[in-house]
């Protein structure tokens, strides 16, 4: 059951949503540097009075997840660009990705569009009320029909305050689960390919979570440790965010504390072909009978 602090906290975080979208898809363009475009996105969050969920996504072509520009990135804007970023209020995250065609190429063009539609479908089977395993088969079928593939080991999720990814998967492929999903809060994220469809582990991103808590002796560490937890509580962070804050010192205390197994560092996730790959993805409220968009 949602509470209603819950459900207002997310409606703020959509409308931020909305508007840094609506901006950004203006005047995101080939060759402007990756750090910019994220900083850019991660400043008018907080002008408009979110948070960032999470350090902006910018994955290009076959980087389907989890690519962020570190402090010194010198990667420019190109090809099939994916924006996946989040804002928070109060914990409560609106996630959601659109992606970009920038070097305006026919095959690109056909695979967002076919995530678009992707996204579109599921949220329909959503709103007869239809099982896990349908709404996957709704975006799996999306992607075969355009002749793609929908990438299989990635997905969307449910989302609790401070919890991004809060245990409940929704597949993008059939997985003939039964369940039906409940009031809550869900991300739905088709990743739609000519590739395989599947993404493997590439290099680390240099985006972090806090796993548990726990002692480290050295005093950077702990420092940089105790603003992490009351900065980002439980939502993802960056090398980049800290060291903007803290200089370069951060990136050694922050291998120290995943040393430490305090925090998770994720991978950067890589489609398995290499073959480029379209993102969409929205939030929705269930509440009661109604479905609701907020992004
Ligand atoms: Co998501």
């Not at 991004?164 to 689960?177: C, K, Q, R, V």
């Given at each position: 059951m949602l509470d209603k602090e819950a459900v207002e906290s997310t409606r703020k975080a959509g409308e931020i949503v909305r508007k840094v979208k609506s901006e950004a898809k203006d005047w995101i363009?080939?060759?402007?540097?990756l750090i910019e475009i994220a900083e850019k996105i991660e400043e008018h969050i907080v002008k408009l009075g979110?948070?960032?969920?999470?350090p902006v996504n910018l994955g290009i072509n076959e980087y389907a997840a989890h690519y962020t520009p570190n402090h010194e990135d010198k990667t420019i804007a190109y090809g099939l660009l994916k924006v996946d970023f989040g804002v928070h209020v109060k914990g409560y995250v609106a996630d959601n990705a659109f992606s970009l065609n920038l070097d305006k190429s026919e095959k690109n063009k056909k695979l967002i569009e076919a995530s678009e539609l992707a996204l579109a479908e599921a949220i329909e089977s959503i709103k007869r009320g239809e099982t896990l395993g349908e709404i996957g088969s709704a975006i799996q079928t999306t992607a075969s029909d355009t002749g793609f593939s929908a990438i299989q080991n990635l997905s969307g999720h449910s989302i609790e305050q401070w919890e991004?990814?809060?245990?409940?998967t929704i597949p993008?492929?059939?997985?003939?689960?039964s369940i039906v999903l409940e009031e809550g809060i869900y991300a739905i994220e088709p990743f739609i390919t000519t590739g395989e469809g599947k993404v493997y582990d590439g290099k680390p991103s240099g985006i972090y979570q806090l796993k548990k808590s726990g002692g480290i002796r050295d005093a950077n560490a702990r420092e940089i440790l105790k603003y992490i937890s009351e900065e980002y509580n439980t939502l993802p962070f960056c090398s980049r965010w800290l060291v903007k804050k803290f200089g370069r010192r951060a990136l050694i205390s922050l291998s120290f504390l995943e040393s430490a197994g305090i925090l998770h560092q994720f991978t950067q996730l890589v489609e398995k072909s290499k073959a480029p790959v379209a993102q969409s993805e929205a939030t929705i409220i269930i509440l009661g009978e109604d479905v609701e968009v907020v992004t």
């Amino acid at each position: 059951m949602l509470d209603k602090e819950a459900v207002e906290s997310t409606r703020k975080a959509g409308e931020i949503v909305r508007k840094v979208k609506s901006e950004a898809k203006d005047w995101i363009k080939q060759g402007i540097l990756l750090i910019e475009i994220a900083e850019k996105i991660e400043e008018h969050i907080v002008k408009l009075g979110g948070k960032p969920a999470f350090p902006v996504n910018l994955g290009i072509n076959e980087y389907a997840a989890h690519y962020t520009p570190n402090h010194e990135d010198k990667t420019i804007a190109y090809g099939l660009l994916k924006v996946d970023f989040g804002v928070h209020v109060k914990g409560y995250v609106a996630d959601n990705a659109f992606s970009l065609n920038l070097d305006k190429s026919e095959k690109n063009k056909k695979l967002i569009e076919a995530s678009e539609l992707a996204l579109a479908e599921a949220i329909e089977s959503i709103k007869r009320g239809e099982t896990l395993g349908e709404i996957g088969s709704a975006i799996q079928t999306t992607a075969s029909d355009t002749g793609f593939s929908a990438i299989q080991n990635l997905s969307g999720h449910s989302i609790e305050q401070w919890e991004l990814h809060s245990g409940l998967t929704i597949p993008n492929y059939n997985n003939n689960s039964s369940i039906v999903l409940e009031e809550g809060i869900y991300a739905i994220e088709p990743f739609i390919t000519t590739g395989e469809g599947k993404v493997y582990d590439g290099k680390p991103s240099g985006i972090y979570q806090l796993k548990k808590s726990g002692g480290i002796r050295d005093a950077n560490a702990r420092e940089i440790l105790k603003y992490i937890s009351e900065e980002y509580n439980t939502l993802p962070f960056c090398s980049r965010w800290l060291v903007k804050k803290f200089g370069r010192r951060a990136l050694i205390s922050l291998s120290f504390l995943e040393s430490a197994g305090i925090l998770h560092q994720f991978t950067q996730l890589v489609e398995k072909s290499k073959a480029p790959v379209a993102q969409s993805e929205a939030t929705i409220i269930i509440l009661g009978e109604d479905v609701e968009v907020v992004t």
